[in-house]
């Protein structure tokens, strides 16, 4: 190879793994555990603004998945919204949630 090729192909490699780290999702640890949280949109035909969190092993540490779900919620609003303000019908504070297959459930609507 010659020796003029070597830097051009560095930086094509490099780009590469750049190009392909920007694109991993990023996930934080909650209570010291991370956790699979995804939020949706309850019915997006309709609205978007109303939707559902679901944080997947939430047994590891109910008080993490609490965590994860009101920052996907949080996530959610900001991305559909430009707001984090929620209005929870089932929200991370509830004394009584319940867990149903090892999965919490939250549901709330962005107040945009």
Do not use: H
């Not at 939707?51 to 959610?76: K, L």
């Not at 089932?90 to 319940?98: A, K, M, Q, R, Y």
């Amino acid at each position: 190879m010659k020796k003029t090729l070597r830097p051009v192909l560095a930086l094509t490699i490099f780009g590469a793994l750049v190009a392909c780290a920007g694109s991993a999702p990023k996930t934080y640890p909650f209570d010291g555990v991370y956790f699979k949280a995804k939020a949706a949109a309850v019915n997006k035909t309709v609205t978007r603004s109303v939707f559902i969190v679901q944080v997947a092993d939430a047994s590891q540490s109910i008080t993490g998945a609490r965590e994860a779900g009101r920052y996907e919620g949080t996530r959610y609003c900001i991305e559909n919204y430009g707001t984090s303000d929620i209005i929870w019908e089932i929200g991370p504070d509830n004394p009584e949630l319940v867990l149903a297959d090892d999965t919490l459930t939250l549901k709330g609507m962005c107040d945009a």
